[in-house]
C-alpha cells in the first residue's frame, strides 16, 4: 500500500490539475478559490486508501474521490453562508468575497460537478456511486437541519444529537471508504463494513471535535476555545451535563445558555468548562469517544483484508484522532 502522504499528494495534484475556465467566470471562480484553499482532505484520501486496500488501484478512485471532495466544499460554502462565518481556512468565506447569491450558485454548481466525475466509470460502477452518493448528500442535509432546529430546542437528547452528527459529518466518511471499496469491485459485505468502520470513526471524529472546541489548546486546534458555548450549541458536552447536574449546577447551566450576547465571554466559557468537569461530562466525553474509536477498531480485526492494510487503517485512525494530519 502506499503512505498517506502519497494519497494526499495524488489528490492534491489532481485538484490543482481541474481547469474551471467555463463562463460566466463569477460562477466558476470560486470553485477554484475554496479548492485552493486545501484543508486536511480526509475524504478523498480514504477514498484512495479503500480503493488500495481492497486490491484495487487508487489511480481509478481520482474521481470519486474528486467528487467527494467537491460535495464537501460544497457543503462547507452553503454552511458558512447559514453561519454568517467571515473566514474558512483562515480566508474570506465565499460570501463575503463574492456574495451570498454568487456563494449559493457556485456551491450548486459544485454539487453537479461532482456528481458529473462518476461519469468516468463503466455504468454499473456509475450506479452504485451514485446511488450511495444520493443517499449521503440528502443524509447531510437532514443533518444540516436537524442541526439548525436544535439551536430553538430546550428537549434535545443525546441520542438525536448522535443522529445529528451521525449525518452531518460520519457518512460523509463513511461514504468515502465505500465509494473505494465499490472502484475495487470487493464484495458486497467487504463495503458494508468498511462503511461501519467510516460511520463509527466518523462518530468519534466529530465528538473529539465538540470536546476539543472547550477543552483544546487553541494554538493546535486552530479556532477559539468556546465557541460552541459562546454560540449556545447543544454538544455532547451541555447534554450529558444536563443529565448529570445537580438542581443547582442544571438551573446555572441553563441560565448560561439562555443568554445570546454576553458581557464576560471569558467568564462564562470558564464557568460552563468548570460545570462539564463537575458533572463529569468531560470524562463521559472522552470515554464515549473512546466507545466509538474502539468500535472502529473491531470492525477492522475482522475485515477480510491484510494485516499491513489493517494496520495502514489503524495508522490512519491514530493520526486522525490525534489531529495530526
Given at each position: ?17 481541474i481547469?474551471l ?13 475554496i ?5 486536511k ?11 488500495d ?31 454568517d ?25 459544485m454539487l ?37 432546529c ?21 457518512v ?5 471508504l465505500?465509494m ?42 486552530g ?22 447536574a ?33 458533572t ?14 474502539e ?31
Amino acid at each position: 500500500m502506499q503512505s498517506i502522504a502519497k494519497y494526499k499528494e495524488q489528490i492534491a495534484d489532481y485538484l490543482n490539475s481541474i481547469q474551471l475556465d467555463g463562463q460566466p467566470i463569477e460562477l466558476y471562480e470560486p470553485i477554484s478559490y475554496i479548492l485552493s484553499l486545501g484543508g486536511k482532505q480526509i475524504r478523498p484520501i480514504l477514498t484512495l486508501m479503500a480503493t488500495d486496500v481492497f486490491n484495487g488501484d487508487p489511480k481509478k478512485s481520482i474521481y470519486a474521490a474528486t467528487a467527494i471532495e467537491l460535495f464537501h466544499n460544497f457543503s462547507l460554502m452553503h454552511d458558512d453562508i447559514m453561519d454568517d462565518a467571515p473566514l474558512r481556512r483562515g480566508h474570506q468565506t465565499v460570501h463575503e468575497k463574492w456574495n451570498i447569491n454568487t456563494a449559493i450558485l457556485s456551491g450548486d454548481a459544485m454539487l453537479i460537478l461532482a456528481y458529473q466525475y462518476f461519469e468516468h466509470y463503466e455504468p454499473i460502477i456509475f450506479r452504485d456511486l451514485a446511488k450511495l452518493f444520493s443517499q449521503t448528500a440528502i443524509q447531510v442535509c437532514e443533518g444540516q437541519q436537524y442541526d439548525i432546529c436544535f439551536e430553538g430546542r430546550s428537549d434535545v437528547e443525546i441520542e438525536q444529537y448522535i443522529k445529528m452528527i451521525q449525518y452531518k459529518t460520519a457518512v460523509l466518511v463513511a461514504a468515502a471508504l465505500k465509494m473505494g471499496a465499490i472502484v475495487a469491485k470487493t464484495t458486497q459485505e467487504n463495503g458494508e463494513q468498511i462503511y461501519n468502520f467510516g460511520l463509527n470513526l466518523g462518530i468519534a471524529f466529530q465528538l473529539l471535535d465538540d470536546h476539543l472546541d472547550a477543552f483544546g489548546d487553541e494554538t493546535t486546534f486552530g479556532k477559539r476555545i468556546g465557541g460552541d458555548i459562546l454560540e449556545n450549541k447543544k454538544t455532547f458536552l451541555y447534554l450529558k451535563a444536563l443529565e448529570q447536574a445537580n438542581p443547582a449546577q442544571k438551573e446555572e447551566l441553563m441560565q448560561f445558555y439562555a443568554t445570546v450576547e454576553c458581557a464576560n465571554e471569558e467568564q462564562k466559557i470558564k464557568r460552563v468548562k468548570e460545570l462539564f468537569v463537575e458533572t463529569g461530562s468531560k470524562e463521559a466525553s472522552l470515554n464515549l469517544i473512546q466507545q466509538y474509536t474502539e468500535e472502529a477498531l473491531h470492525i477492522l480485526d475482522v475485515l477480510d483484508i491484510a494485516d499491513d492494510k489493517k494496520q495502514m487503517l489503524r495508522l490512519f485512525s491514530k493520526e486522525l484522532m490525534n489531529r495530526q494530519m
